[in-house]
């Protein structure tokens, strides 16, 4: 009955049986219009004071802009606001009664109420109707008084009639409403257990009957107790709209004016009191149950529309126990047809609501268009078993992606540049908008993760997300709500323009994720490596298959990094594995527990996702501060009752990049790979040929085989291995993950003391890349290209080979040309330090410029143009045996 979701009481009361407050009465207006036809029609549409009729628009035009023809009509004007004051208090006096009528209808049940209580069958304690009725008394007083002072005054009329003192004494006794408002929620929640613990008085509660008027005796409205113990808070509310409106008619001079302008700062300081009490409450809200959609909303005049706060932070009175509530909003993309739309989602404590942001015109301020609403009742994650099959989500290449990195670091490049060089606005304003726009179409574009919500009603709806992360959290909050008492329901188009426009003010993100939307303070995020080491969890209720899987944020969406291998068969899984994960403005580190499951029947799949179940996840934001200590950080994630142990360092990529040559005579890594080819006295180095061979033999069909990280301390332990030429080589390989021996496989590549393009080379490759003309590219390229040493280019044909044929199988890899050369291009490209084009700042060892980050990009399409070229031609036209062939 008094839940704060499912009652319908107000809703049934929205428009009709629930008082207008201080809302002239239309009918009571009409009848003295007739009285009075040389009086204006009294409107009572949405305005900051009563609209004049069409007969006396022209007057009062005049009368508002404050033009003055003569003094003459001067005279007029001021005589007919004098008149007008008379009829704003014919309105307010209208209201009294109505509101007299509904404190009558609270005090009717609690004489009897008190009555019984001291008999041996009570309807409620002294107490609780002390509790649920709580300074009702005392504001019909109050009230009573004030309508008794005022009535005479009004009957007897004149242009000098004081009425001031009364409204000064009614806002002196605001403390009264302080009162009842404290006790606002205790007295719901008291008569709602009561409603729920005593059938008699659930009857009474309901069926509480009020006149409108004294004039009209006989005539009554049924209302709820809800509805009536609101009355006094939506009263409060209108305190200054009343004042407002008797100021606005009441001249300067006149001896109400001073005494009317100190009740309205009284009731000001009380509205400003008791919003500063409520702010911390009200961040994440909209208004109480009886003011939203569903119910009825005060009309507040001014023509800001229903429930607007512009005046004097009404709605903060509204915000008592039974309101709806904003959980969680953000940017999404929505598909839409086959189209990618971005939409702003918003989910209320029994709604779910997806809008669309519109375009700001002329410094408008900001607004939503409803796109579509579920309540929560009606709304479920369909499974992919009971509908039709999943959208076909159509990708975006990955070279379309990486297009517009290379165009956001380069206008990122030039908007510093235009900042250091103090240029002119314009040029600035037009750099921003062109980054603005390419920032929101790679956001657009790159999430390809269907999350689906489906309307019981029949319709269904399709996001595309970044991360499993996000569409787990969606989920989980929205299942956690909908466990709560919820009922189907519709809101009228009037009822959701309200909720719509509340949006504004209750969104808590309020930009989409761009650089531009950043302050200039605020940081970038890290470039470089993170080392993680996942060593354990616990907190699991029961034995499963259990791994991790990371993710950082990258260009403002989140991609999976690492994964750890399966602990079976464990509550209390330990790991102790060790990742080196590359960040690109990275500020946020994501852990994902999932329970690995081999019986493909055992979870019901959703979405197109994988059968794996996530048991937690949580995330850790990466400060720059922080990890600028180079020693490893201990830290536990959190997660629904798991505790998951890490540790992590962060190595600029300055440092972590910089090739060194070894120090030992002997070993393969850190030494020149002529050096290497020389003493093995082959074409290929063996480490090459040994990863390579075996990565063919069983990770060709591994889901981002060398995108996603291998175990650092497996990594190390291969490494150790070749460096002292151990026997047991291929045996360590056969028994390690993949994803290790491809990560020993580009440790190799990033550790050479120079780069297997060269240093000499490097800058030619790169203005070569930068080529328009194909033809002039190709033969640029491909000359370049042979101009390698002989070790170099034979290692290089050897492994193009290789990942071209890991990208044969893409569709079960994942693993594109485009991202092998992501992988790879900064591997086999990148400079020496002293050959770098942007040198390190030891300074600011966690930075790195844009210009850094366009240069890495010149390394993917340099790798990327080889790997799409199908023959490349050799001095040799034994190709294959210089590919393959070792002297022994």
């Known amino acids: 009955m008094f839940s704060p979701i499912c009652s319908s009481s107000f809703a049934d009361v929205a428009f009709g049986g629930m008082s207008p407050g201080y809302i002239y009465d239309a009918e009571r207006a009409e009848e003295q219009r007739r009285h009075h036809d040389t009086m204006p029609y009294i409107d009572d549409s949405p305005s900051s004071s009563p609209h004049l009729s069409s007969k006396s628009r022209g007057s009062r035009d005049t009368f508002s802009s404050g033009s003055l023809e003569s003094t003459k009509s001067s005279e007029t ?144 409205t049924k209302n709820s107790l809800e509805t009536l113990l609101y009355k006094p808070v939506d009263r409060v509310t209108r305190s200054t709209l009343v004042l407002h409106d008797l100021l ?68 903060a009175f509204l915000i008592l126990q039974q309101h709806r509530q904003l959980l969680k909003d953000s940017f999404m993309v929505e598909l839409v047809e086959g189209a990618r739309k971005l939409r702003h989602v918003f989910l209320f404590t029994d709604l779910f609501l997806c809008a669309k942001l519109k375009k700001q015109i002329g410094g408008k301020s900001q607004q939503y268009d409803c796109k579509w609403y579920i309540p929560l009742a009606d709304l479920s994650f369909q499974m992919v078993d009971d509908s039709e099959a999943v959208p076909n989500i159509s990708l ?21 540049r235009e900042k250091r060089a103090n240029k002119g606005s314009k040029n600035m304003e037009r750099l921003k908008k062109k980054l603005s726009e390419q920032e929101s179409l790679l956001l657009l574009m790159s999430p390809n993760m269907a999350f689906r919500v489906h309307n019981r009603n029949g319709k ?70 993170l080392n993680v080491i996942v060593h354990s969890a616990t907190g699991f209720k029961q034995s499963s298959n259990l791994y991790c899987t990371l993710e950082v944020d990258s260009f403002g969406y989140f991609v999976n990094k690492a994964k750890t291998r399966v602990y079976r068969d464990t509550s209390e899984p330990n790991w102790n594995e060790e990742f080196e994960i590359e960040l690109e403005g990275s500020q946020t580190l994501r852990i994902l527990c999932y329970e690995k499951s081999y019986n493909k029947t055992k979870f019901t799949k959703e979405d197109g996702e994988t059968t794996d179940r996530i048991m937690g996840k949580g995330q850790i934001q990466l400060d720059p501060q922080a990890l600028q200590d180079k020693d490893w950080q201990r830290t536990v994630i959190y997660m629904n009752g798991v505790e ?51 990565v063919e033999r069983r990770g060709m069909e591994e889901v981002g085989i060398y995108r996603v990280s291998g175990v650092a301390t497996d990594i190390q332990a291969l490494k150790a291995a070749f460096d002292v030429n151990n026997k047991d080589v291929s045996v360590m390989m056969s028994e390690m993950d993949v994803n290790a021996i491809a990560g020993t496989l580009k440790l190799y590549f990033r550790e050479l003391p120079e780069p297997l393009f060269t240093d000499e080379l490097y800058p030619n490759f790169a203005e070569g890349i930068a080529l328009s003309d194909p033809v002039a590219k190709e033969s640029c390229m491909l000359n370049l290209l042979l101009s390698l040493p002989e070790p170099n280019l034979v290692t290089f044909l050897f492994l193009l080979d290789h990942l071209k044929r890991i990208a044969e199988k893409e569709s079960i890899n994942k693993m594109s040309l485009h991202n092998l050369a992501t992988v790879f291009g900064p591997t086999l ?47 040799d036209s034994k190709r294959q045996s210089i590919l393959f062939s070792t002297e022994v």
Request: glycine letters at 4%; aromatic letters at 8%; charged letters at 25%.
């Open 460 to 529: 269904s709806y399709t996001f595309l997300i970044s991360s499993d992360y996000e569409r787990a959290e969606w989920r989980e909050i929205i299942r956690e709500q909908q466990k709560k008492c919820f009922k189907s329901f519709s809101l009228t188009s009037v009822e959701l323009q309200m909720l719509t426009n509340s949006c504004v003010k209750l969104q808590t993100v309020h930009h989409i994720p761009l650089t531009i939307n950043k302050d200039d303070d605020e940081s970038p995020g890290l470039y470089g490596f």
């Open 644 to 694: 998951v142990k890490l540790s992590v360092k962060f190595t600029s990529r300055e440092f972590s990049l910089k090739r060194m040559p070894s120090r030992k005579q002997t070993g393969v890594f850190g030494v020149k790979i002529s050096v290497v080819t020389k003493r093995e006295r082959s074409k290929v180095p063996y480490i090459v040929r040994q990863c390579v061979e075996e």
């Open 248 to 315: 606005k008619h009441t001249p300067s001079s006149h001896p109400d004016y001073l005494l009317l302008q100190d009740a309205l700062r009284i009731s000001q300081n009380f509205l400003s009191s008791i919003n500063e009490e409520i702010t911390p409450r009200r961040q994440s809200m909209t208004v109480q149950k009886g003011e939203l959609p569903g119910s009825a909303l005060p009309f507040v005049p001014g023509g800001r529309g229903w429930g607007s706060s512009a005046l004097l932070g009404l709605p």
């Open 77 to 220: 004007d001021l005589e007919k606001g004098l008149e007008m004051r008379k009829w704003v208090l014919s309105g307010i006096l209208a209201s009294e009664e109505t509101y007299l009528g509904h404190l009558e209808a609270l005090l009717l049940p609690m004489k009897p109420l008190k009555a019984a209580a001291t008999t041996s069958q009570p309807v409620l304690t002294s107490q609780q109707i002390e509790t649920i009725f709580f300074k009702v008394p005392e504001l019909y007083e109050i009230h009573k008084e004030f309508y008794d002072g005022l009535l005479p005054r009004v009957q007897q009329w004149s242009h000098q009639q004081r009425v001031g003192d009364l409204f000064q004494k009614l806002a002196s006794q605001l403390g009264v409403y302080r009162a009842f408002v404290d006790n606002y929620e205790v007295a719901m929640e008291t008569a709602e257990k009561c409603c729920q613990a005593n059938a008699q008085f659930a009857e009474i509660s309901e069926n509480l009957k009020a006149r409108s008027t004294k004039d009209s005796k006989d005539q009554t």
């Open 829 to 875: 490209l990148r400079p020496s330090e002293k050959d770098s084009k942007i040198h390190a700042n030891p300074t600011q060892p966690i930075a790195m410029t844009d210009s850094w980050s366009l240069e890495v990009m010149s390394q993917v399409q340099v790798l990327l143009y080889f790997l799409q070229v199908e023959t490349i031609p050799t001095p």
């Open 396 to 416: 975006v290449p990955d070279e379309e992606l990486d297009a517009m990195k290379i165009k956001i670091s380069q206008l990122k490049s030039d908007v510093q």
